[in-house]
């Protein structure tokens, strides 16, 4: 799912190309995309854009007449530039945005189709889609401790979480707790002052560093290849592999379709945390430490 850094990587892509345009039409291909009827999303064609806007994990274009397209791309959503009214493709993609010089397209991969596009008017109808979580980089540290600390959450729920914190999601949220030194499992309410100091440095640095290093690496290119994992990634998505600070290797926890990794020696004093995807096989045999759950692949290797 793109995050703060990867929204902003589009929002920078868009202030460039279709600020001062005219949105001159849009092509709906599924309608279960668009969730919002009144206004319709034939009031927002031929209108000039005036601005755009990140709202949490959502891209936001002001258009004249007080009137804002709001596109939450989920998971799997993405934004294309093709040339000027381009055919939409038979396969994932949503809609289509014509402008004079270029069509943005909207696609999602994938079995189920999350993405949405609303049309609301005036700021208090977009402020309907404000989950009210303080924004990481400008929030100070006492207002960014009364958020994490709002609720008794697991770190990695409370940074997840966007009526706590604005545009953090699976990715990141994994990158900032390893760059913190803390567990995923450990409780907001539990942590000393300088933890959450800690945290807040990590976030703030974290989020701070990736918007800049998507925009070294996508210059003025239009950031057509947005994913939720980067190789340069110190744990996200790394499992198995060696962690860049201790070189043990990265362990995860699975639920449902989302996965936590973290690096045991670095964020829970080598302790595994349980993964449910296989604890409830191994239930009193789970291993605790990086040193038994080797052992234990070691013994499953054995014929």
């Known amino acids: 799912m793109p995050e703060l850094p990867e929204i902003s990587a589009y929002l920078r892509a868009f202030e460039d190309r279709i600020v001062g345009r005219a949105l001159q039409r849009v092509r709906l291909r599924s309608p279960s995309f668009l969730r919002t009827f009144d206004p319709p999303l034939s009031s927002v064609e031929g ?115 966007p009526r706590i914190l604005s545009g953090i999601g699976n990715a990141h949220s994994d990158e900032i707790l390893h760059a913190a030194g803390l567990s995923p499992v450990q409780r907001t309410r539990n942590l000393t002052p300088e933890q959450l100091s800690r945290l807040r440095d990590a976030t703030v640095t974290n989020l701070d560093e990736w918007t800049r290093r998507l925009a070294d690496e996508i210059g003025d290119r239009f950031p057509e290849k947005i994913t939720a994992f980067h190789p340069a990634m110190a744990v996200h998505g790394r499992y198995g592999e060696p962690c860049p600070v201790c070189g043990d290797p990265i362990q995860r926890i699975v639920y449902a379709s989302r996965e936590t990794n973290y690096c045991a020696t670095c964020q829970t004093e080598g302790r595994v945390l349980a993964d449910r995807a296989i604890s409830r096989l191994l239930r009193e045999d789970w291993p605790r430490t990086l040193e038994e759950l080797e052992e234990h692949r070691e013994s499953r290797r054995r014929p």
């Not at 007449?65 to 791309?73: N, R, W, Y």
């Not at 989950?131 to 990695?156: D, H, I, M, Q, Y």
């Open 47 to 161: 209108r000039v854009v005036g601005g755009v806007r990140r709202l949490g994990k959502r891209v936001v274009w002001a258009l004249e007449g007080d009137l804002f397209v709001v596109v939450h791309l989920m998971v799997t959503g993405r934004f294309h530039r093709r040339a000027p009214g381009v055919a939409l493709p038979k396969k994932h993609a949503h809609a289509a945005f014509d402008f004079d010089d270029a069509t943005y397209l909207v696609t999602e991969r994938g079995k189920q189709k999350k993405a949405s596009l609303h049309v609301v008017a005036g700021e208090a109808g977009l402020a309907d889609h404000d989950r009210g979580g303080v924004e990481p980089l400008t929030a100070t540290l006492e207002e960014f401790v009364t958020a994490v600390t709002s609720e008794n959450r697991t770190l990695k729920r409370a940074l997840t979480d």
